[in-house]
């Protein structure tokens, strides 16, 4: 049986998907090494692309190392420790040229770190976090000596369950509810719950680049859903629902990453419509909720769902304590047993520790009030790097919330200089190409204002850009 056929989007880059498919089978182990690789001619036909697109991909493996030839046999696994060390040394610049995770951007230690969508520590009340992991160790003597349970603390589960439904009418029950360690490990378990080989999975563009490598891992055919400054096109979410069928669309409306864009409540509500009527999950990723400069953002789609379609993705780790790195998932029985079953296997619960310190610290009065101190300061960030961004000719939409600007740099950037011109002066931040389902955008970047205090953020600003005009970036 075949395949069904590539994406006939940008057509010169259905070579880039085919090597997407061969190199996520290869890091999953569906191909073990010195194992002989599918025939050009086998896999154009599985996959109902021109020979040429699977030769040409073949040839990238090889060239960037994964795969060897033998003459007359076809294309073989080569064995990981005789992969050859990059032709970039410098992280940053790697990230960017070979379209490696996020990580590696943030493993990059400088000075004026843009890169980090996370609050600066110096914003967070400290003292008063330290004092209060001393209370739970009294509340809880034994806690370091207890494992959680692979579904959460049920005094925390109980606790949000109560916020959610008070906040945002979700009607929730403990059963219904998960910790996890963050946002990205949901991610991460839904995607091998939910997605095999070649279901179709849609995805924003351009969206929060580890989401992309995730779903790459699982093997997913990714379609992208454009979103700009007033949403997405319905139109177009409806017919690649109709015709593709998606296993499911991550997407994060509210101070979305990297965009900042925040999609209304019409849409919300004509979304969970959609995805009911086309049978398509909706994985809602809310990170950054509390974290709104004026007025509060629109209720996410999950106070919308009556039918379960819609999984609710929080991560309290970017703005509450980092370092306690809690998150949760919340959706309908049927569809947590097999999360439940996932997580059980990765590991024996999120940190109890971590749980008992955030469920009386995030509920206590003193931190509610510090939220609002806490957007006070990061709209204050905003508008100092857009005020040094000023006297440029660049391109963004000033966000109502969030951490990051998503910026549009003159054509005549050259990109591959930049990042490595940037590392050298200790200055980091994220490409666009790796937010890009597609891989483009090459003259997109993010920078974010959040983890940096304000005298940082001018001087940063300013190197920045003197960096992108000294390269011819106008």
């Given at each position: 049986?075949?395949?069904?056929?590539?994406?006939?989007?940008?057509?010169?880059?259905?070579?880039?998907?085919?090597?997407?498919?061969?190199?996520?089978?290869?890091?999953?182990?569906?191909?073990?090494?010195?194992?002989?690789?599918?025939?050009?001619?086998?896999?154009?036909?599985?996959?109902?692309?021109?020979?040429?697109?699977?030769?040409?991909?073949?040839?990238?493996?090889?060239?960037?190392?994964?795969?060897?030839?033998?003459?007359?046999?076809?294309?073989?696994?080569?064995?990981?420790?005789?992969?050859?060390?990059?032709?970039?040394?410098?992280?940053?610049?790697?990230?960017?040229?070979?379209?490696?995770?996020?990580?590696?951007?943030?493993?990059?230690?400088?000075?004026?770190?843009?890169?980090?969508?996370?609050?600066?520590?110096?914003?967070?009340?400290?003292?008063?976090?330290?004092?209060?992991?001393?209370?739970?160790?009294?509340?809880?003597?034994?806690?370091?000596?207890?494992?959680?349970?692979?579904?959460?603390?049920?005094?925390?589960?109980?606790?949000?369950?109560?916020?959610?439904?008070?906040?945002?009418?979700?009607?929730?029950?403990?059963?219904?509810?998960?910790?996890?360690?963050?946002?990205?490990?949901?991610?991460?378990?839904?995607?091998?719950?939910?997605?095999?080989?070649?279901d179709v999975v849609?995805?924003?563009?351009?969206?929060?680049?580890?989401?992309?490598?995730?779903?790459?891992?699982?093997?997913?055919?990714?379609?992208?859903?454009?979103?700009?400054?007033?949403?997405?096109?319905?139109?177009?979410v409806e017919r690649?629902?109709?015709?593709?069928?998606?296993?499911?669309?991550?997407?994060?409306?509210?101070?979305?990453?990297?965009?900042?864009?925040?999609?209304?409540?019409?849409?919300?509500?004509?979304?969970?419509?959609?995805?009911?009527?086309?049978?398509?999950?909706?994985?809602?990723?809310?990170?950054?909720?509390?974290?709104?400069?004026?007025?509060?953002?629109?209720?996410?789609?999950?106070?919308?769902?009556?039918?379960?379609?819609?999984?609710?993705?929080?991560?309290?780790?970017?703005?509450?304590?980092?370092?306690?790195?809690?998150?949760?998932?919340?959706?309908?029985?049927?569809?947590?047993?097999?999360?439940?079953?996932?997580?059980?296997?990765?590991?024996?619960?999120?940190?109890?520790?971590?749980?008992?310190?955030?469920?009386?610290?995030?509920?206590?009065?003193?931190?509610?009030?510090?939220?609002?101190?806490?957007?006070?300061?990061?709209?204050?960030?905003?508008?100092?790097?857009?005020?040094?961004?000023?006297?440029?000719?660049?391109?963004?939409?000033?966000?109502?919330?969030?951490?990051?600007?998503?910026?549009?740099?003159?054509?005549?950037?050259?990109?591959?200089?930049?990042?490595?011109?940037?590392?050298?002066?200790?200055?980091?931040?994220?490409?666009?190409?790796?937010?890009?389902?597609r891989r483009e955008?090459?003259?997109?970047?993010?920078?974010?204002?959040?983890?940096?205090?304000?005298?940082?953020?001018?001087?940063?600003?300013?190197?920045?850009?003197?960096?992108?005009?000294?390269?011819?970036?106008?």
């Amino acid at each position: 049986m075949k395949r069904h056929g590539l994406s006939s989007i940008h057509a010169e880059k259905l070579f880039e998907q085919v090597y997407d498919y061969l190199l996520s089978g290869i890091r999953r182990g569906d191909w073990k090494t010195h194992e002989k690789l599918p025939s050009v001619r086998a896999l154009a036909l599985e996959m109902n692309v021109h020979r040429l697109t699977v030769f040409k991909a073949y040839q990238l493996l090889k060239q960037n190392g994964y795969v060897y030839v033998k003459d007359k046999s076809g294309y073989f696994v080569q064995p990981s420790e005789l992969l050859p060390a990059g032709p970039w040394n410098d992280p940053i610049v790697s990230a960017y040229v070979q379209k490696s995770h996020l990580s590696e951007i943030h493993q990059v230690q400088a000075t004026y770190q843009f890169s980090k969508a996370l609050i600066d520590p110096n914003l967070l009340p400290n003292l008063y976090f330290s004092e209060y992991v001393k209370r739970v160790f009294d509340l809880y003597p034994k806690v370091l000596g207890t494992y959680s349970t692979a579904q959460g603390d049920q005094e925390l589960r109980e606790a949000l369950c109560r916020y959610y439904t008070e906040r945002f009418r979700f009607y929730l029950t403990p059963e219904e509810l998960m910790v996890t360690s963050g946002s990205q490990e949901a991610i991460d378990l839904i995607a091998r719950v939910l997605v095999k080989p070649r279901d179709v999975v849609l995805l924003e563009r351009p969206t929060y680049s580890p989401a992309i490598d995730v779903f790459l891992r699982q093997g997913a055919h990714i379609l992208s859903v454009e979103i700009r400054q007033h949403g997405y096109d319905l139109e177009q979410v409806e017919r690649l629902m109709q015709t593709h069928k998606p296993r499911l669309f991550y997407l994060n409306p509210t101070f979305h990453n990297p965009t900042g864009y925040t999609v209304s409540r019409e849409q919300r509500k004509r979304l969970v419509e959609l995805a009911e009527k086309y049978q398509c999950l909706l994985i809602e990723d809310d990170p950054c909720r509390d974290l709104y400069f004026a007025k509060e953002p629109p209720l996410p789609l999950f106070s919308y769902d009556t039918a379960g379609y819609v999984i609710y993705l929080r991560s309290f780790s970017k703005y509450v304590a980092p370092g306690l790195g809690i998150g949760t998932i919340a959706c309908r029985p049927s569809l947590m047993a097999y999360l439940l079953s996932a997580k059980a296997l990765s590991d024996s619960g999120t940190p109890l520790l971590n749980q008992k310190i955030f469920l009386h610290y995030f509920f206590s009065e003193r931190m509610q009030q510090h939220l609002q101190k806490l957007r006070t300061a990061l709209a204050i960030r905003r508008d100092i790097m857009e005020e040094e961004l000023a006297a440029t000719d660049w391109e963004w939409s000033s966000p109502t919330g969030g951490f990051n600007l998503w910026i549009k740099l003159p054509d005549s950037t050259p990109m591959e200089k930049l990042l490595g011109t940037c590392m050298e002066q200790s200055i980091t931040f994220v490409p666009g190409t790796i937010c890009d389902p597609r891989r483009e955008l090459a003259t997109w970047i993010r920078l974010s204002y959040s983890y940096l205090n304000e005298q940082q953020l001018r001087e940063g600003i300013r190197k920045f850009v003197g960096q992108v005009l000294a390269l011819g970036g106008e």
